[in-house]
Nanobody, 129 residues
Framework: QVQLVESGGGSVQSGGSLRLSCATF?????????IGWFRQAPGKERAQVAV?????????TESVKGRFTISQNNAKTTLTLYLQMNSLEAEDTAMYYC????????????????????WGQGTQVTVSS
C-alpha cells in the first residue's frame, strides 16, 4: 500500500511560479516505479503532466516542456516528488494529483491515468491572467 500527500498548490498570477510536493509513504518497498503528476480541469479528462521513474528518466506533456520540471528526492526511508512550475498560464489552472504506477520498469513516455494504482487527494492550482 502506498499513500501520497500533495501540497504546494495555490493561486498565482500569469507568469508566476509554484512548487508542488508529494510525500510518499510505502513507495520504497517496490523495486521500481513511475511516479507522476496529473491534472484535471473542470469538464476535462485527467491527463499526465510529467512523470519520472526510479532511475530519474523523465517525460513531459508537450504544453509544459521548458516550463515545468519534475524531480524526486529519495531519502532512503521515504521519497518526495516535486513539480517546479514556472511561467504559469491560465491554461495550467487545474487540480493537480500525484500518482504511482508500481508496475512501471522503464519509462518510455507519458502514461495514461488507468496505468496508475495509487493517487493522492490533489492540490488546486489557480492561475489568473
Amino acid at each position: 500500500q502506498v499513500q501520497l500527500v500533495e501540497s504546494g498548490g495555490g493561486s498565482v498570477q500569469s507568469g508566476g511560479s509554484l512548487r508542488l510536493s508529494c510525500a510518499t509513504f510505502g513507495l520504497l518497498s517496490y523495486g521500481s516505479w513511475c511516479i507522476g503528476w496529473f491534472r484535471q480541469a473542470p469538464g476535462k479528462e485527467r491527463a499526465q503532466v510529467a512523470v519520472i521513474d526510479r532511475d530519474d528518466r523523465t517525460a513531459y506533456t508537450e504544453s509544459v516542456k521548458g516550463r515545468f520540471t519534475i524531480s524526486q528526492n529519495n531519502a532512503k526511508t521515504t521519497l518526495t516528488l516535486y513539480l517546479q512550475m514556472n511561467s504559469l498560464e491560465a491554461e495550467d489552472t487545474a487540480m493537480y494529483y500525484c500518482a504511482v504506477n508500481p508496475f512501471c520498469k522503464v519509462l518510455a513516455g507519458t502514461q495514461q491515468a488507468n496505468e496508475y494504482t495509487y493517487w493522492g487527494q490533489g492540490t488546486q492550482v489557480t492561475v489568473s491572467s
